[in-house]
């Protein structure tokens, strides 16, 4: 089990090679959604290791790996979230703290004037954000590569605690991850490329 939303199946994939200098394990990782153990869309493709003596330990990842964990949580519905006036709730040295998210139907309506149309009156807003496909995860040489496609739907909440729909996004976003080593910590740097 990783989490509530998902489990990681591994097994070995071949029998280990044991030789003076070194242990090769090959081992399988699927995730999957907890308690679904279905089959993935993607196919696993193997993949060699650069022979490397230098370092006690390597570990490498397949791209299989990251797209079967990019299947489980988006069959679990990890990409889908509502953000409304209370985000998050953090314990700090025995304090509550609270972080808000304070958008009203104002703000929309100085950006996208139909908006002013529907509500008068400033009410508060929530925010309905839906992956619409399975984000894509590819790996490059030295960064990999994720395809995020959803929508955000922005909703009025209304004073008798109903919601209307004001307007819906659709989003197709590019980014590229980057992971370094620096000061003995694992540092990644996010770019957006579209």
């Not at 993949?47 to 790996?65: C, R, V």
């Amino acid at each position: 089990q990783i989490d509530d939303l998902a489990e990681v199946d591994y097994s070995l994939s071949g029998l280990p090679a044991v030789l003076q200098t070194f242990i090769d394990l090959d081992l399988k990782g699927i995730v999957f959604p907890a308690g679904n153990h279905t089959d993935s869309p993607y196919m696993a493709a193997s993949f060699t290791i650069p022979d490397q003596s230098d370092s006690m330990l390597y570990l490498a990842f397949s791209e299989y790996f990251f797209q079967s964990s990019s299947f489980a949580y988006y069959t679990a519905g990890a990409f889908n979230m509502t953000i409304a006036e209370e985000v998050s709730r953090t314990q700090r040295n025995g304090l509550r703290t609270c972080s808000y998210f304070n958008i009203n139907t104002e703000i929309f309506s100085s950006i996208i004037p139909e908006v002013a149309k529907y509500s008068i009156t400033p009410y508060p807003v929530m925010l309905k954000l839906m992956s619409t496909e399975i984000p894509t995860i590819s790996l490059q040489q030295d960064s990999f590569t994720a395809e995020i496609q959803g929508s955000v739907e922005v909703l009025a909440i209304l004073p008798d605690s109903t919601t209307q729909s004001l307007f819906t996004l659709n989003i197709a976003a590019n980014t590229s991850i980057s992971l370094n080593i620096f000061d003995q910590k694992l540092m990644g740097l996010l770019c957006l490329n579209r």
